[in-house]
């Protein structure tokens, strides 16, 4: 894996050593770890989170019990309350799910709330990125936080529509 990274990142040096194109490099999480919005964002949604996940634990814990009970009382009921019973204990245990997939499946309330109060932080620092790169001359900004990756380019780089005519399509 580091050897195709390795291998990405002199391709696309090679590249821009040889359009003359000027780059730098940043780390944008270590950017947003100075900022103190945004670890103030991290604390509430670690907080959030956590109250969620206790809250979806309790529930699970209850459908323990219930089922533990129902074990325990089986084989004195009969098949009439052995399906109630088991069918409370399904509804329960489903309703504990339902509640941990909109709280932090894809899109849920965990990522709603990470997109309400993160990206702001995450769009200032992005601006400034633009904004340093530009006034300094930087065609391209790559970020090494997370593996070496594109987080800005100038525009006039950007070269989709000449492939597009290419292709015979125009805008």
Sequence with gaps: MKKIVLSIAVVV?????????????????????????????QTRLDQTSKTWQTEIDTRMQEV???????????AMLSDD????????????????KDLQK?????????FKERQKLVKPIQDKVYNAVQK????????????KS?????????????????????LGINK
Excluded: H, W
């Design 13 to 41: 040096f090679s590249a821009l050593a040889a359009n003359a194109q000027r780059y730098c490099v940043i780390d944008s999480k270590y950017i947003l770890d100075k900022l103190i919005e945004y670890k103030d964002a």
């Design 146 to 166: 997370g593996g070496i990756t594109l987080f800005y380019a100038d525009p006039k780089l950007d070269k989709s529509d000449d492939v597009l005519k290419l």
């Design 132 to 143: 340093y790169a530009q006034s300094k001359g930087f065609d391209i900004v790559l970020d």
């Design 81 to 96: 309350l052995r399906k109630k019973r088991e069918d409370e204990i399904v509804q329960k245990e489903k309703a504990a």
């Design 64 to 74: 323990d019990k219930m089922y533990k009970a129902y074990q325990a009382e089986r």
């Design 102 to 110: 909109q709280r932090f499946g894809y899109e849920g309330d965990l």
